[in-house]
């Protein structure tokens, strides 16, 4: 009887942990590309990664009537940035003139770009409860 009570107790215990949502979904849709070649990507950071480190999370695809939507699931709520980058020849990086200013279109989240490189002020956003979706302009 006891291991029936267990098995039980098991059985219902992996089911509720199994319902348990572990994030939320963030959709960035990225509206006005200048065309369609190569990829667009958006990479989430934190503050600590802002800039400085490899992404919590990349997500990458080929651009359609100069438009990309772009998925990241299970986000835990806090405090974000996203940066996005146009990869028009495929190399998997963002390409520089000689004076230093980006071939590449890019964006970012959050309140948008000043001048000069993006900073973790103009590019966070806050996630909470409920499922996300952002535009972000190149």
């Known amino acids: 009887m006891r ?3 267990f098995l039980l107790l098991a059985a219902v215990s992996s089911f509720s942990f199994g319902q348990e949502a572990s994030g939320v ?3 960035v849709t990225i509206p006005n590309l200048t ?3 190569g990829a667009a990507s958006a990479s989430l950071y934190t503050e600590g990664t802002f800039m400085k480190a490899a992404p919590l999370d990349t997500q990458s695809a080929t651009p359609e009537n100069n ?3 772009l998925v990241f699931e299970n986000v ?3 405090e974000y940035g996203i940066i996005t980058l146009h990869d028009m020849n495929g190399n998997n990086r ?3 003139e000689a004076n230093g200013m980006p071939k590449e279109d890019y ?3 959050g309140s948008g770009a000043g001048f000069g490189p993006p900073t973790w002020n103009d590019a966070k956003f806050t ?3 409920d499922d996300l979706k952002l535009e972000i302009k190149m």
């Open 3 to 5: 291991t029936i009570i």
């Open 25 to 27: 979904t963030v959709t």
């Open 35 to 37: 065309n369609n070649d």
């Open 67 to 69: 438009t990309v939507t």
């Open 76 to 78: 835990k709520p806090g």
């Open 94 to 96: 963002m390409d520089f």
């Open 107 to 109: 964006g970012i989240s």
């Open 127 to 129: 996630v909470a409860s």
